[in-house]
């Protein structure tokens, strides 16, 4: 299965052109799983609600008609983050679109920074999606933070978690490293590069989009430039939980004295 990502440098507000670049770069390109870095339409830096509010869509909006002729058009399935509107709610929220129409819908769990002053806590939950025989998972950016959201992922059978990102601290690549390997699954990591700066407000994006596999080897990492980058991987070695002949990672896990 080939897998990979798109890293760019998305322009606050400019969806159209957004989807754009997105579209140019991927001239050529084939795959069968790519991800796109969080809020990938929109930008990141929100300056009130009522940006929110003018740039959200709900998961069947505009960005997703787009989603699904790209996808069409690659014979290729595309997580993707964007701002979703449900109701009179927002969410950080990603989207899993195959040729076939929409798989799935995920909100950010964990919001990071002002992001609480914009966006609902995620109440998806984490779910496990099948394409092409593979079971996906999707978290977006901080809930790396959290091993407990890849890990109950890692449990519900993901061998693939698809990661949108726009990182800003420079923890997260390494640290997906140890998910990996804690968890014997493959990490995509999708993060945008670039300085949006908005009013007063200035952010750093810090690249570095990666694949990881179930070792815990880096498959491929981008640094700070526009890019995609795909890699062929075998979505089985992550059905294999054993670190060695004694230890199987997930029997061996000792629920009985965990959170007592
Ligand atoms: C982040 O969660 N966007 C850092």
């Known amino acids: 299965m080939k897998i990979g990502f798109v890293q760019f440098n998305p322009i606050f507000g400019e969806k159209n052109s957004n989807c754009d670049t997105v579209k140019n770069l991927l001239h050529g390109v084939s795959a069968d799983v790519i991800v796109l870095p969080e809020l990938f339409n929109t930008g990141y830096t929100f300056l009130n609600k009522a940006e929110v509010a003018m740039l959200a869509e709900t998961k069947n909006g505009k960005t997703a008609d787009f989603m699904l002729s790209l996808a069409q058009e690659k014979k290729c399935c595309f997580a993707y983050g964007f701002a979703e509107k449900n109701k009179n709610f927002f969410y950080d929220s990603m989207a899993l679109m195959s040729p076939d129409g929409l798989i799935g819908v995920y909100r950010k769990s964990h919001l990071f920074f002002e ?10 939950g984490f779910h496990v999606y099948t394409y092409k025989n593979v ?87 981008a640094e700070t430039e526009e890019c995609v980058k795909i890699v062929d991987i075998d979505p089985d070695l992550a059905l294999n939980k054993k670190f060695n002949q004694y230890n199987n990672l997930f029997d061996d896990r000792r629920e009985d004295l965990y959170f007592k």
């Open 115 to 124: 992001e609480k002053k914009f966006f609902q806590p995620g109440n998806t």
């Open 135 to 221: 079971k996906l998972g999707m978290l977006i950016c901080f809930d790396w933070i959290y091993p407990e959201a890849t890990r109950t992922l890692a449990l519900k059978g993901a061998q693939i978690i698809l990661h949108p990102a726009n990182l800003v601290t420079p923890y997260c690549p390494d640290a997906m490293i140890t998910r990996a390997i804690e968890n014997r699954i493959y990490i995509v990591t999708a993060d945008r590069i670039g300085k949006e700066k908005r009013d007063k407000k200035e952010l750093s994006f810090i690249g570095k989009s990666q694949v990881v596999s179930p070792k815990g080897e880096i498959l491929i990492r």
